[in-house]
């Protein structure tokens, strides 16, 4: 535990942890935890766009050279 995990936000409901036991879970379960998984990813790749397009933009000021 790092003295930093005070400024993550803390979230209310489900949780997924990647690898665990999933036989125990009810179908409702599991339907939020692929939403909760799917929001994520969204996220993720969005995140991603934003940080490609960054790129883009610095090697075409640095190629225009």
């Not at 935890?33 to 940080?51: A, C, V």
């Amino acid at each position: 535990m790092s003295i930093f995990d005070d400024d993550l936000p803390q979230k209310q409901g489900a949780t997924h942890i990647v690898g665990s036991d999933l036989t125990l879970l009810s179908v409702d379960e599991l339907t939020a935890r692929i939403n909760i998984l799917t929001g994520e990813i969204e996220r993720l790749e969005q995140e991603r766009e934003k940080k490609s397009a960054g790129r883009k933009a610095a090697e075409s000021l640095f190629s225009a050279r």
